[in-house]
């Protein structure tokens, strides 16, 4: 074999990715949670979501955001122009991490350890799906996309240079819109992540 032996190079792919995250025990959420759910989507996506992390129907699916967060993100991408097929989808954190009430399973943010662990996956992920925008939706997701504490209400709709070569975007979380209690602010709030998304849109190829 050559010197270079140019399977050195290889660039990682994504099924392999997959399939390595699926045995992950970078922290101890793989304990309690079905399985690992790993991003899905387009291998060279020009747009990457990234969301917090799996809820009790990713979980059980082995997909993200097919749940009730899922349906309004489906919404808004439509409304946006958007095929979700023509993104990448992943959470800054791949196990689903939550404490048993009763019959259901009660959801619980992740802490700065379980982020910080689950990194490389979206590092190694960002550097195969290789997208021209990231989109990080919510709080955890931004924490991850920066590396640091990032508050949404000031930074939201505006776009930053990541060091990987690409712009991020920051929005809300859709959860947080299935939340708001109030129809008015949930309107408005809705109408802003939509305008997120269609700026997230002029970045698709
Ligand atoms: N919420 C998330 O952040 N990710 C999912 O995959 C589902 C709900």
Not at 91 to 97: I, L, Q, S, T
Not at 120 to 139: D, I
Not at 164 to 175: G, I, M, Q, Y
Not at 193 to 198: G, N, Q
Request: with cysteine.
């Amino acid at each position: 074999p050559a010197a270079h032996a140019p399977d050195l190079f290889i660039k990682e792919n994504l099924a392999d990715l997959r399939e390595e995250a699926a045995h992950c025990r970078a922290c101890h959420l793989y304990k309690n949670a079905t399985q690992t759910v790993f991003g899905e989507g387009a291998a060279h996506a020009a747009v990457m979501f990234v969301g917090e992390q799996p809820g009790d129907k990713e979980d059980l699916a082995g997909r993200p955001f097919v749940g009730p967060a899922g349906q309004v993100l489906d919404r808004g991408l439509k409304e946006a122009g958007i095929a979700r097929n023509k993104t990448y989808i992943t959470n800054a954190v791949k196990h689903f991490k939550f404490v048993p009430r009763g019959k259901i399973r009660l959801h619980q943010k992740p802490t700065t350890p379980e982020i910080k662990a689950c990194r490389p996956w979206y590092e190694r992920e960002l550097a195969t799906v290789k997208p021209a925008l990231v989109v990080a939706m919510g709080a955890t997701a931004a924490q991850c996309v920066f590396g640091k504490i990032t508050p949404i209400g000031k930074n939201r709709g505006r776009l930053f240079d990541l060091a990987e070569d690409a712009k991020a975007l920051v929005t809300v979380h859709p959860s947080y819109l299935l939340r708001l209690p109030d129809p008015d602010s949930k309107e408005r709030e809705y109408k802003q992540f939509v305008s997120d998304l269609k700026l997230a849109a002029s970045y698709l190829r």
